[in-house]
């Protein structure tokens, strides 16, 4: 088998497409000529990581999909999330998991709702950067010394 003719079969040999003699020289080359046993494993991973961006990619869209059901069904038209519900779903509000169409219905129940309005401000100021401390110079020397004096044996209590 010729390279060029080998290169136009690896997807039908991957497809399990080929009848029996023709997948036989097939794999005869694939084990004598190097640089096509490298191309078909480059071929076979890049195929490989296309499922698996496939796989991600569904899960991500089941899981935007769940929590839009789980808000749907929260909720009837006219109506507002619950206080319960809202709680439920407040850490896929803070992951961004929340559409901006759903987004509306949080942000309509924060209005109204000093509870949860209070919640979702103090869950936005936990999830912000403190603010740096610098910490006094000398506390580093005191910290220092004690554990030089403690590594010595000479701790004093």
């Known amino acids: 088998m010729e390279c060029a003719q080998f290169e136009e079969l690896i997807s039908d040999y991957l497809d399990c497409g080929m009848a029996r003699p023709e997948r036989r020289n097939f794999c005869e080359h694939l084990l004598a000529c190097r640089p096509c046993h490298l191309l078909f494993n480059d071929v076979r991973e890049a195929i490989d990581g296309c ?36 709680d439920a779903l407040i850490s896929d509000y803070f992951d961004g998991l929340i559409e901006s169409a759903y987004e509306t219905i949080f942000n309509e129940h924060f209005a109204v709702c000093d509870g949860c309005r209070r919640l979702v401000e103090g869950v936005r100021e936990s999830l912000e950067e403190p603010e740096p401390f610098e910490a006094p110079e000398e506390l580093y020397d005191r910290i220092f010394a004690a554990t030089s004096r403690a590594a010595a044996g000479g701790a004093r209590r």
């Open 51 to 86: 499922h698996e961006w496939k796989q991600s990619q569904m899960s991500e869209i089941a899981m935007f999909t769940e929590v839009e059901q789980r808000i749907i069904n929260a909720t009837t038209a006219g109506e507002m999330l619950s206080c319960r519900t809202l």
